[in-house]
Nanobody, 124 residues
Framework: QVQLVESGGGLVQPGGSLRLSCVAS????????VGWFRQGIGKQREGVSC????????YYADSVKGRFTVSRDNAKNTVYLQMNSLKPEDTAVYYC?????????????????WGQGTQVTVSS
C-alpha cells in the first residue's frame, strides 16, 4: 500500500525555520517527482515546490524562492522542505504529493499520491 506521511510542522515565530519531512512507504521516492503544496484557511491549495525524479531539478513558487529548499535523502526514502525566514503568510497545511510533473504550472490534479498534511503556523 502506497502511503506518504508528512511531519515537522508546528508553531514558529516570524523569521524562524522548520523542516518538513515526507516519508514514503510502498514505493521508492527516488524514482518519482515529489511536490509540496500548501493550503491556507479559505484559500486554494497551491504548489510551493517540487523536485524532479529525472535530474533532481527543482522549482519554487515566487513567494518562497530564496527561503525554502527542497531536497531528497534516498537512503531514508524521504523528501524534505527546509523553510527559513518564515512569514505569517506561510501559515497553511502543507502536503507532499508524488507522481506528478515538476513544473511551474504544477497542479493538484497532476499528482496521484498525497499525504495527510502537516500544519505550519507562523505567529508571534
Amino acid at each position: 500500500q502506497v502511503q506518504l506521511v508528512e511531519s515537522g510542522g508546528g508553531l514558529v515565530q516570524p523569521g524562524g525555520s522548520l523542516r518538513l519531512s515526507c516519508v514514503a512507504s510502498g514505493f521508492t521516492l527516488e524514482y518519482r517527482t515529489v511536490g509540496w503544496f500548501r493550503q491556507g484557511i479559505g484559500k486554494q491549495r497551491e504548489g510551493v515546490s517540487c523536485i524532479s525524479s529525472s535530474d533532481g531539478s527543482t522549482y519554487y513558487a515566487d513567494s518562497v524562492k530564496g527561503r525554502f529548499t527542497v531536497s531528497r535523502d534516498n537512503a531514508k526514502n524521504t523528501v524534505y522542505l527546509q523553510m527559513n525566514s518564515l512569514k505569517p503568510e506561510d501559515t497553511a497545511v502543507y502536503y507532499c504529493a508524488a507522481e506528478g510533473p515538476c513544473v511551474a504550472t504544477m497542479d493538484i490534479t497532476d499528482f496521484g499520491f498525497w499525504g495527510q498534511g502537516t500544519q505550519v503556523t507562523v505567529s508571534s
